[in-house]
């Protein structure tokens, strides 16, 4: 793939001596959605922090823009973070603040603009992502769909280059999903921007990305499109997306055998 | 190797890995309070953060500052008139209620029930953010969490304790008066003339005020490291909680003793 905003090479992460991640290569191209999918634990959310500078690789590089951001100071990895978005798995609003609150704030923590301006990009942001009468309440009045909703439109309050979603669809009702999967689709495309999305949810996922990543065991276990995926006769692949309940992922936790357990 | 060598060695192991993980995190604070100085000029530029936690910290203690030294003031009286007036010096009830409190009890109670009240509320906000990810977001959003809630909360500890310090002091004098004046009937003169001829105002007043200072910066960087460093779970924030009453009210006696030492030697 060429013109890839972000590009990650031989990247190895580990908490102390367990590596999670070994020698993982991925690109991601400008203007198109690409999705992380694999199992729970699979380290997809890690990839994120990797992007974001909020962990470093134990090996290997992430390159954002050009930029190798492990090499950065805190100066620079927040310059590099100024051009990305980033929509956490729960929104993770800021409770004490209004939405409009939220999604102004990093208008007011980053530019110099008036409040009038802050007020018109604020409501255009939150009528972006249908919230626009919601200005005034606060976060836990909002229902999960909606928390992640104003999330969304706080995550792209600075027009970024890069938007990454971990986990948009998790604990959503049908509707809540349907409404996320168009936002992520038509903000990626009104924007021009990159999207990354962290998922396990099949059928959504399939029917938007340009481009899908199968993590598992720590390795790009399977990539390609949505279509190419479907027609893979990788068994992990196979049992991912047809959900099968035995198969490279064991049903059974690693265990002593029935014989030594039940002294049979 | 035997037994006996194993089971000495697994409690010498016990003994170190419970040091190291305790000095770790006096490390962690230590860091924390450096990074909390150097991120105080972002934080000053955002003033207004810090009147609200003034607030928050400050005014919402007031109930509880002004009961508890009303009554403590009141318990002093009579203890005081109980024990003095078998010495024939009833009238000294002003200057042992205003030594007690200026000196000791002041910034002591107050920095306790500052710990219980605002110290704890600061570990379960901080924890809460932490494990709902707003910290992260924060950082995401290429802005110092340092700057934008640690240290706004830390200025506002430490210049609200002296004053809510003082407040005690001031209406714990009035629950003294209250009793020994005209509920026991000790004579008002005596009670303010020896109070303002023995309470000397920089031996007594500003110890007091250094103490309560001390005291808040104690009690506000443990509540702000217990909450930052829980882990982001219930029980994680539950538990950092309790940590910081403990932690707080044991910093509080052990600093007490040690600046009343230095300050009675000095």
């Known amino acids: 793939m060429t013109n890839s905003i972000i590009s990650i090479k031989d990247l190895s992460f580990g908490y102390g001596d367990r590596l999670l991640h070994t020698g993982i290569d991925m690109e991601f191209p400008r203007g198109k959605v690409s999705a992380i999918m694999g199992g729970s634990g699979s380290g997809k959310t890690t990839i994120l922090r990797l992007i974001g500078g909020q962990l470093k690789p134990t090996s290997g590089q992430v390159e954002v823009d050009g930029t190798i951001v492990h090499k950065q100071n805190r100066d620079g990895i927040y310059r590099l973070r100024r051009k990305m978005g980033m929509l956490f798995q729960h929104g993770a609003l800021f409770s004490d603040l209004s939405v409009f609150e939220n999604v102004a704030f990093p208008m007011r923590e980053h530019t110099n603009l008036p409040e009038n301006i802050i007020k018109d990009l604020v409501l255009l942001k939150l009528n972006a992502v249908g919230l626009r009468g919601a200005a005034y309440l606060m976060p836990p009045e909002l229902s999960g769909g909606m928390a992640r909703r104003v999330a969304l439109a706080r995550a792209i309050a600075l027009d970024p280059d890069i938007i990454m979603y971990d986990e948009p669809f998790a604990g959503l009702d049908p509707i809540s999903m349907a409404v996320i999967c168009d936002l992520i689709r038509s903000l990626n495309d009104a924007l021009g921007a990159t999207s990354i999305i962290v998922t396990h949810d099949v059928a959504e996922t399939f029917s938007f990305a340009d481009y899908i990543y199968f993590v598992a065991d720590g390795v790009v276990a399977a990539e390609g499109s949505p279509k190419q995926l479907m027609a893979s006769k990788l068994p992990f692949v196979k049992q991912f997306i047809h959900a099968e309940k035995d198969g490279p992922v064991p049903f059974h936790y690693n265990a002593p055998s029935m014989k030594e357990d039940f002294a049979l | ?266």
């Not at chain 2, 010498?12 to 890995?17: A, Q």
């Not at chain 2, 318990?75 to 200026?102: D, F, H, N, P, R």
């Not at chain 2, 005596?190 to 309470?199: E, P």
Request: aromatic content about 10%.
């Open chain 2, 1 to 266: 190797m035997n037994i006996n060598t194993k089971t000495l060695l697994k409690f010498f192991e016990k003994i170190g890995r419970s040091f190291s993980s305790r000095a770790l995190r006096l490390g962690s604070a230590t860091r924390l309070f450096f990074l909390i100085l150097i991120y105080s000029a972002d934080s000053f530029k955002r003033i207004h953060l810090t009147i609200r936690e003034i607030y928050f910290t400050g005014v919402m203690s007031l109930v509880i500052i002004i009961v508890s030294a009303f009554f403590v003031g009141m318990v002093l009286g009579l203890q005081g008139y109980y024990t003095l007036q078998k010495y024939g010096s009833s009238e000294a009830i002003g200057v042992l209620v205003a030594l007690s409190l200026v000196r000791e009890l002041g910034p002591v109670v107050t920095a306790l029930l500052f710990a219980g009240r605002a110290g704890t509320a600061i570990t379960a906000e901080i924890g809460l953010m932490k494990a709902t990810e707003q910290l992260s977001a924060m950082e995401m959003m290429a802005v110092s969490p340092i700057a934008r809630i640690i240290a706004p909360r830390f200025w506002a500890g430490v210049i609200t304790m002296p004053i809510l310090a003082s407040i005690f002091s001031m209406v714990g004098v009035l629950g003294g008066y209250v009793v020994a004046v005209p509920i026991i009937g000790v004579d008002e003169g005596a009670f303010w003339s020896q109070m303002q001829a023995n309470v000397d105002f920089r031996f007594d007043v500003i110890n007091g005020l250094i103490k309560s200072v001390v005291f808040g910066i104690a009690c506000t960087i443990i509540a702000l490291f217990e909450g930052f460093d829980a882990p982001p779970t219930a029980e994680g924030v539950s538990r950092a909680t309790t940590r910081t009453v403990v932690t707080s009210s044991l910093a509080i006696l052990a600093l007490d003793f040690v600046l009343t030492s230095f300050m009675i030697s000095g």
